[in-house]
């Protein structure tokens, strides 16, 4: 399962033949290879990429002898690929290949505090017939006498957005070697800024 790590520099339209296609712009890689695990010593195949550089004085000791084994510059982003086996100490753009489908994983924006028309685009209770200052209100939320209590995971006001998301089965439009560019078709989770994981895509999506 082949991924690097980026930044999601924002959104831009490219031309197709005769159409025009609105593309997420990733600033992707150099990657370096932090740590290597092996099945016969670690149980499974994986390799653990670092992305962002961060000072000295930033890391802790531990993370500063981590980084100094394998002889890596201090990562402020850690992600771990299980069955990829990278050659080089870094990785690239050029481990995809355009036109291929991708797997597109970031933190969604955060909204804060939400109520359910917003949250869970609720309908909200009628405008007339007697209803007053209950306009944006879940309505009903539980039972009166069995089982007189409120469900587990019940859709109600709270804390919106700053989830992690995959978006699934994208196209990746182009790349830019030169630039560690990705041109991935259509919108992808997250700020502009924000921590993008792509990986080749698990199943396909029209």
Not at 44 to 57: D, F, N, P
Not at 82 to 109: H, L, M, Y
Request: overall charge positive; hydrophobic content about 35%; glycine content about 12%.
């Amino acid at each position: 399962m082949k991924g690097i790590l980026g930044t999601k520099v924002g959104m831009t339209q490219v031309w197709q033949d005769d159409r025009l296609v609105p593309v997420t712009v990733i600033l992707a890689g150099p990657c370096p290879v932090v740590q290597r695990k092996a099945a016969d010593s670690d149980g499974y195949s994986a390799v653990q990429l670092g992305w962002e550089e961060k000072t000295t004085k930033a890391s802790s000791k531990p993370e500063l002898g981590h980084f100094k084994k394998a002889g890596a510059n201090p990562q402020r982003h850690l992600v771990e690929f299980r069955d990829f086996s990278p050659e080089a100490d870094q990785v690239s753009v050029e481990i995809f290949e355009q036109g291929q489908k991708v797997d597109v994983t970031a933190t969604s924006k955060g909204r804060g505090t939400a109520g359910v028309i917003k949250r869970w685009n609720f309908g909200g209770l009628p405008a007339t017939h007697g209803v007053k200052k209950k306009h944006r209100a879940p309505g009903s939320i539980g039972q009166r006498k069995f089982p007189g209590r409120v469900y587990k995971g019940k859709k109600m006001p709270g804390h919106y957005g700053s989830e992690k998301i995959t978006t699934l089965g994208l196209e990746l439009l182009e790349i830019r070697a030169d630039d560690n560019l990705l041109l991935i078709k259509g919108a992808i989770p997250g700020p502009n800024g924000g921590l993008v994981v792509v990986k080749d895509s698990k199943r396909k999506v029209s």
